[in-house]
């Protein structure tokens, strides 16, 4: 059972416009999110988390917004650049345990 | 950051061999390092969970006597697919938790495994 979710598989986006993605989450327990960018035949690396104390957190390009009612999260890269090109992966846990779910992931294509 | 190597980081093997993975902290060490499978364009899926000096905790449906994790130090934690089969075939990528419950998560390179 896919525990957290990410609907779109596939983003394209304009270099120096706004890419969204977003990531939906089912289990409540869940109080801790964060979201990993991955480039083919890498493991993945960390961009942003946030805790569900918060509703926003900011860091240079990346914000990602957490709606606790909805169980929804979304990340906000502006402006984009072609070298965001990636797998991005939204993933959750609860904040006393390192085990993460992750999202099946966004593939995000910047133009030029 | 801190750094998480993983070796190989791809491998050719014969169906019925064993292959080894291994998972290092390079600059930390790590109590509780983790084991991820990912087929193509799919998520990361955990596998199990690997606690420096005892067994590892796996997730539903993978089978311990075929994923062999060994975590003998607070450093490295090893994957052995054992008889190996195309089947087996994905990508291996590993993580590593700094701190106590909740600390940040730094994961490896990947390993590519093709079985042939």
């Known amino acids: 059972d896919q525990q957290v979710k990410q609907n779109s598989p596939s983003l394209s986006v304009q270099e120096g416009r706004i890419s969204i993605l977003n990531c939906d989450y089912t289990n409540s327990m869940f109080d801790y999110f964060l979201w990993y960018k991955k480039y083919p035949a890498e493991g993945p690396t960390f961009l942003i988390s946030?805790?569900?104390?918060?509703d926003k957190n900011e860091d240079g390009r990346f914000t990602v917004f957490l709606n606790k009612s909805a169980k929804h999260l979304s990340l906000h890269i502006v402006p984009s650049q072609p070298g965001d090109s990636a797998v991005y992966f939204c993933?959750?846990?609860?904040?006393?345990?390192?085990?993460?779910?992750f999202g099946a992931g966004t593939t995000v294509t910047v133009r030029a | 950051g801190a750094v998480v190597s993983q070796h190989p980081s791809w491998v050719i093997c014969k169906s019925g061999t064993s292959v080894k993975i291994e998972c290092r902290s390079l600059?930390?060490?790590?109590?509780?390092m983790f084991w991820y499978r990912q087929f193509p364009k799919q998520s990361l899926m955990l596998m199990a969970t690997?606690?420096?000096?005892?067994?590892?905790?796996?997730e539903q449906g993978v089978e311990k006597d075929k994923f062999l994790i060994n975590h003998a130090s607070l450093t490295l934690s090893t994957l052995t697919v054992t008889s190996a089969h195309p089947e087996d075939s994905s990508f291996y990528i590993c993580?590593?938790?700094?701190?106590?419950?909740?600390?940040?998560?730094?994961f490896g390179s990947g390993t590519q495994l093709s079985v042939l």
């Open positions: 993933a959750a846990r609860s904040s006393n345990d390192y085990k993460l779910s």
């Open positions: 690997s606690n420096e000096g005892s067994k590892a905790t796996y």
């Open positions: 600059d930390f060490q790590a109590t509780t």
């Open positions: 946030i805790s569900s104390i918060k």
């Open positions: 993580s590593a938790a700094m701190g106590q419950g909740g600390g940040k998560l730094f």
